[in-house]
């Protein structure tokens, strides 16, 4: 706990953090005595969180209200963080459209990469920065299991997940001699908003809670450079690994995510 608060202090700041998995990871960090920046577009949502984690850890919090995919929400953000020691960034944000790829409009395709890809890189490009002058911190970028292979009905949002893994191996390596840890979180489906269009009855996943994909990614930050959690999970990507073929694997996601998908497709 002592060298959790000395590496990465004083403050995480958590992108996403209105619900789903930014939420838990803003109580996990807060419960290991790092105060916390809270950053969404649900100003009552992160002022309720906030408040808890006051109530329950004493910790310091900052509600910063931005919508991420504008110029103005990333100004925002780096503004109102300027005198804030920011000593563990997580990359959460993130969105998703299931269908087939020609349903999808441009318009959200291109939203999808400016959240998922973007944003990632203009904030580890700032915040790393910092890290990198105080010769300490930790960044957690959210990938997803999807990132291995490509994914039908899903195809753009698994390229995105692929970069934020790349990205973040790359960064990693980059990093390491600043004494920064930088880790990629390989969830499969896990029950928040984003997933609720999946009807998993049916297929091998059972959805894994927000609470443990944030606990464990950040046990694992400092000691790995990739968290997957989940035993189904684990399974999918040695498997994938070393006894599939690319194709193979992205037939059989495929067909998980037909299956899943079959009342909205
Ligand atoms: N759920 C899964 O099955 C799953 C699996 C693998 C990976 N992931 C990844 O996990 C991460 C978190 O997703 P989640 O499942 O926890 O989803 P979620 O519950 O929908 O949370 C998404 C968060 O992002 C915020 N957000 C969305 N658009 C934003 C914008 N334009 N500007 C600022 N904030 C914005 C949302 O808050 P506001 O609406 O208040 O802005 C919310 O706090 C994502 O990167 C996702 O790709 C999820």
């Known amino acids: 706990m002592k060298k959790f608060i000395e590496k990465y202090s004083s403050w995480g700041l958590i992108t996403g953090a209105s619900s789903g998995i930014g ?20 100003k009552e949502k992160m002022l309720l969180i906030g408040k808890e984690l006051v109530d329950k850890y004493d910790v310091a919090i900052k509600v910063i209200v931005a919508d991420l995919a504008s110029e103005v929400g990333i100004d ?20 998703e459209d299931s269908d087939h790829f020609l349903k999808i409009s441009t318009k ?28 300490k911190g930790g960044i ?5 299991i999807v990132a291995f292979q490509g994914v039908p009905y899903v195809a753009n949002y698994a390229g995105t997940k692929a970069y934020n893994l790349i990205f973040s191996e ?18 499969g489906f896990t029950k928040t908003n984003l997933a609720q269009t999946y009807n998993l009855s049916g297929t091998p996943f059972k959805p894994l809670t927000p609470y443990f994909v944030a606990q464990k990614a950040v046990k694992d930050l400092g000691k790995k450079r990739l968290s997957i959690p989940g035993a189904i999970n684990a399974f999918l990507y040695w498997n994938g690994k070393f006894l ?22």
């Open 23 to 42: 939420k838990q990871f803003a109580i996990s960090l807060a419960a290991r005595g790092l105060n916390i920046v809270l950053v969404a577009r649900s």
């Open 76 to 95: 925002t953000l780096i503004s109102e963080t300027n005198d804030l020691e920011i000593g563990l960034l997580v990359n959460n944000v993130g969105r």
């Open 108 to 135: 959200e395709h291109v939203q999808t990469i400016v959240l998922n890809i973007q944003v990632p890189l203009l904030l580890t490009h700032h915040f790393g920065a910092k890290m990198v002058e105080r010769k």
């Open 140 to 144: 957690i970028n959210m990938s997803s």
């Open 170 to 187: 790359g960064i990693a390596a980059e990093f390491e001699k600043h004494n920064i840890d930088v880790l990629a979180v390989t969830p």
């Open 244 to 265: 599939f073929s690319r194709k193979m694997n992205t037939r059989s996601f495929g067909m998980v995510f037909k299956k899943a998908l079959r009342n909205s497709l």
